[in-house]
């Protein structure tokens, strides 16, 4: 079946339609490490080293979100004797800092390496049809930073100074920072 010709209302449209698509496409498989693939699929030619194709992990910011009794400058301590800036750090640890967090400044925001959670309420401002925020990071890889439990070595969610720096390790193992 043929298309008619649009006119220029209609061609607008749709041009702004197919540019947020590419966009979400783009940011989706530079996330996912896939750009490359997505890009020869559309049949562009992009010439670049792959390394600049992903968000760099040795400079994105590091998120901890959850209740703790720790001390920040606690925590920067424990990254410090891992040798990450602690400028990248941005901590919300308290539950007034993330039960209206905007989480949603995440998606698609190459700024941010990974988000790291502790303990935190389920129900918090900008979920979707998820139990929790957790779950639907965890859900949408493709659109927000990797997230990493903070957890004790019993399993539940704590940020401590030894769950803390155990994460941190683990993500600079996965190369996630």
Known sequence: MKTKMLDSSELSDLINEVQDY????IYKHNRLN??????DKIN?????????????SATGKIVVIGQTKT??????????QL??????????LDYESFKNHPFGKYKWNDNYACILVGEM???VRGLNDESSMITQIENNQEIYPPLKRVMTVSGSLKIGKSSF???LLECMDESLI
């Not at 590419?22 to 496409?25: P, T």
């Open 44 to 56: 562009y030619a992009y010439e670049t080293e792959k390394e600049t194709l992903v968000p760099n």
């Open 165 to 167: 720096k155990r994460t």
């Open 34 to 39: 896939t750009l490359e693939d997505y890009l």
């Open 121 to 123: 309420p389920h129900k």
């Open 71 to 80: 001390r920040p400058d606690h925590l920067e301590k424990v990254a410090e």
């Open 22 to 25: 590419i966009s979400q496409e």
């Open 83 to 92: 040798k990450i800036d602690v400028n990248r750090l941005e901590f919300y």
